[in-house]
């Protein structure tokens, strides 16, 4: 079956909202809007996910609720350290920090396609990761070993091998957070963090690996202030930073994935609606709503009546779900495997002995 773009405004501006749900299977309310063709991607957390065969079949499920030829692509934040959703009798990762530890480069690259191989078995698309943020703060909240390293060019070249290695085991990657979330003493989960830099050191040490790493097929962007380039707005919401610096001065041309809109860094200081649609006009191509129905529900209405009324959000909107439509056709889908197939790639022994190195 080939694959369809979205045509209607609806459709279109439901491909760029990439949603999470409470529970073991989604809603009613939530399947139809993945059936409506109005949910691009789903994200999945550990509140999602029982035992390894009903994750399994979650996937599957949640793939067929999509509209034929347009295609559900499922999200998740496996990291390693404690970003990791997937855990037994998947592998469990050490932080990248240890990988980063070991400087091999060959070593990034194999745990990035274990991981990936292993995502793949159980129906996942995309990984949230790897972390471009340099580890330049011991006292970062919410960064620290989960960078892989406090050095530019071994971020660059340690970050880049483990995504080469999610890349062929199948999966999208998506280095996140720009500008660079490594330097902060704030944690956006929970408040508004601001970074004072000059721009040179921004792109001397922050940028350099979004820069390097400029052909990844997805950046996340940081709910961070960076006063040199906007000091009023989170990089999120700044046409300075996704579109000036990184679509402009980095020539980035992949999909630019929001942050989740609910954070506190977020959610604080803006509407859900109001920050979704600003997120857009700055250059952001997609939506993380990951809680709250009835959010992601209001958001897609919002945005409809605002791109019809406005003909910039609609040329916007039309923009971004080309983007996702060209992803989407040229991803292919891990195959469909039975619990007994996926659990003999899920903690292969070569996967544990892998980790074990680094632990």
């Known amino acids: ?193 601001r970074v004072d830099h000059a721009l040179e050191r921004l792109r001397a040490v922050e940028l350099a690996p979004f820069r390097a790493l400029a052909s990844l097929p997805m950046v996340m962007t940081a709910h961070v202030i960076f006063a040199a380039l906007d000091d009023t707005r989170p990089a999120t919401l700044s046409p300075a930073v996704i579109g000036g610096l990184l679509r402009g001065e980095l020539g980035y041309g992949g999909i630019v994935v929001s942050d989740d809109l609910e954070m506190k860094a977020i959610a604080d200081h803006y509407g859900v609606c109001e920050a979704a649609e600003q997120a857009l006009v700055a250059g952001c191509d997609t939506l993380l709503i990951c809680s709250r129905e009835d959010q992601q529900q209001e958001v897609h209405e919002h945005l409809v009546r605002a791109a019809e009324r406005g003909e910039a959000l609609r040329r916007r909107v039309d923009e971004a779900a080309a983007r996702v439509a060209a992803m989407k056709a040229g991803h292919r889908a891990p195959a469909r495997l039975s619990a007994e197939a996926a659990l003999a790639v899920l903690g292969r022994r070569e996967h544990q002995e892998l980790a074990r190195r680094l632990a």
């Open 1 to 193: 079956m080939g694959y369809h773009a979205a045509v209607t405004l609806a459709e279109k501006v439901g491909q760029l909202l990439w949603c999470g749900f409470d529970g073991l299977r989604p809603s009613a309310g939530f399947a139809g809007r993945i059936a409506a063709g109005e949910v691009g991607v789903t994200v999945l957390f550990k509140r999602n996910l029982g035992e390894i065969a009903d994750v399994i079949a979650l996937c599957a499920e949640l793939h067929d609720l999509a509209p034929p030829g347009t295609p559900l692509l499922i999200a998740i934040d496996q990291e390693g350290g404690k970003v990791q959703r997937v855990r037994e009798p998947a592998t469990v990762w050490p932080p990248m920090r240890r990988v980063g530890e070991r400087g091999d480069a060959e070593l990034a690259e194999a745990v990035g396609r274990a991981l990936g191989e292993e995502l793949a078995a159980v129906g996942v698309d995309i990984d949230f990761a790897p972390v471009l943020d340099v580890d330049t703060n011991p006292a970062n909240p919410v960064i620290g070993e989960r960078a892989f390293a406090a050095r530019p060019e071994d971020v660059i070249r340690l970050a880049g091998a483990f995504a080469r290695g999610l890349t062929a085991a199948g999966v999208l990657a998506c280095g996140k957070h720009f500008p660079g979330h490594g330097d902060t003493s704030v944690d956006s989960h929970l408040a508004l963090p």
